[in-house]
């Protein structure tokens, strides 16, 4: 019989296999993606952990702990905002810490840069095949790594072992899902997973089943998403643009392939006047898409992109407005009397939610929330949100909810919900800098 320890061995090698022959579609993928987004043709060799000379690493053994170097690692633009929260903590937590700040995505790239400080560093996340992932940890030498959410990859797990880096999975969550199609690669997955060093969890849940996925040591701390305070002059614009409106505003909040079709065929059917709607689709690369769609639809639009710090006439007078732009999410939720919640019409989970209440916007949620799952029934029990079985349901109860006396009451709910929930960041820097302690050997 084959020991765990074989099978999970062999594993990684048809895992490590797989990547290699991949490596060509992967590059071949992120250049393709370049022709909308060019930044994913920037730096492409640091895919692969190939830095250019003169690209100082970071310092090594007690020289970088007494600095407190650090790795964090933000996947995409939900994980970066989440992790600037966690970032400031740490910062205050250790005034002297050095930001090493990974992405995947160029949305969570561009994000990121706005968290650095004089003496970060940003990179690309390597792609996860051993060789690509030592030479990250050669080049770098990081004292601690932190991951954001989901991120478990193997070959970088075992690198960061065989390094001495702990690693640490913060704010992590695993939904049913997850867990269940973890569970089909459970060979691969489980000895991963036992080589995070500290899995900071958002609730019971996810811990339980991060646990029963092999994490050893879990706690509960939070959801980080709690923490991130709303930008102030981005939440004052979008509350004069409110007002120069002159109509009440229902907003697509970060909706998804597929939905804007639904959305704009339920908003159709709607009785005139109609409330003017704001679609913000969650990927930039498909926001001359959606425009297509509303005007396919028969809608007049006006793009965010094409006007600057004032609303005009033309915008004024357009049905449908498209929110073209990174970074502003606050204003758009600033500017809407109430939020239609993307990615949970159709089976993908939903996007985050916390967001719309921190910025005092009531939320109508779709059937699928599981990618938020606690903070959706917990925002459900304080009256800050609602929840219809379909897209068309929900744009009917959102356009309602635009006439009604009580959607103060639930501004303000909204409000209170979001600040009843923070303090994650402050626990979670605290468990990470007890790793950033100076007790190892000099190299």
Known sequence: ??????????????????????????????????????????????????????????????????????????????????????????????????????????????????????????????????????RFFEHFRPAVGVLMETEIWPNQLHAAQRAGVPMVLANARLSAKSFARGEQLSALMRPAAARVALVLAQTESDAQRLRAGGASRVEVCGNLKFDVTPDAALLDRGRAWHAASARPVVLGASTREGEEAMLLTAWRAQPAPRPRLLIVPRHPQRFNEVAGLVEQAGFSLARRSEWGEAIGATARAADVWLGDSLGEMPLYYALADVA?????????????????????????????????????????????????????????????????????????????????????????????AELLKDDRAPD
């Not at 919640?341 to 005092?360: K, V, Y």
């Not at 109508?364 to 800050?384: D, K």
């Not at 949100?385 to 709910?413: F, K, M, N």
């Open 1 to 134: 019989m084959t020991s765990p320890a074989a099978r999970s061995a062999w594993a990684r090698r048809a895992y490590t296999l797989l990547l290699r022959l991949g490596t060509p579609v992967y590059l071949a993928r992120l250049w393709w993606r370049g022709r909308k987004e060019p930044l994913y043709r920037h730096a492409i060799g640091e895919r692969l952990a190939f830095y250019p000379r003169g690209n100082a690493r970071l310092p090594s053994g007690r020289a970088r702990h007494a600095e407190g170097w650090l790795w964090l690692h933000a996947v995409s633009l939900g994980e970066t905002r989440a992790a600037s929260a966690l970032i400031d903590a740490l910062r205050a937590e250790r005034p002297g810490l050095r930001l090493l700040l990974t992405h995947g995505t160029a949305t969570g790239c561009e994000a990121g840069r706005a968290l650095l400080r004089e003496g970060d560093h940003q990179t690309w996340l390597p792609y996860d095949t051993p060789g690509a992932v030592r």
């Open 340 to 432: 239609l919640l993307g990615g949970s019409f159709a089976p993908l989970g939903g996007q985050n939610l916390i967001e719309a209440a921190a910025c005092g916007c009531p939320m109508v949620m779709g059937p699928h929330t599981f990618n938020f799952a606690q903070a959706a029934e917990l925002s459900l029990e304080a009256g800050a949100s609602l929840r219809e079985p379909d897209i068309g349901a929900a744009v009917a109860r959102a356009v309602a909810l635009t006439h009604e006396a009580a959607l103060p009451a639930y501004a303000e709910r909204a409000l209170a919900f979001a600040g009843a929930h923070r303090g994650a960041a402050r626990r979670m820097a605290q468990r990470i």
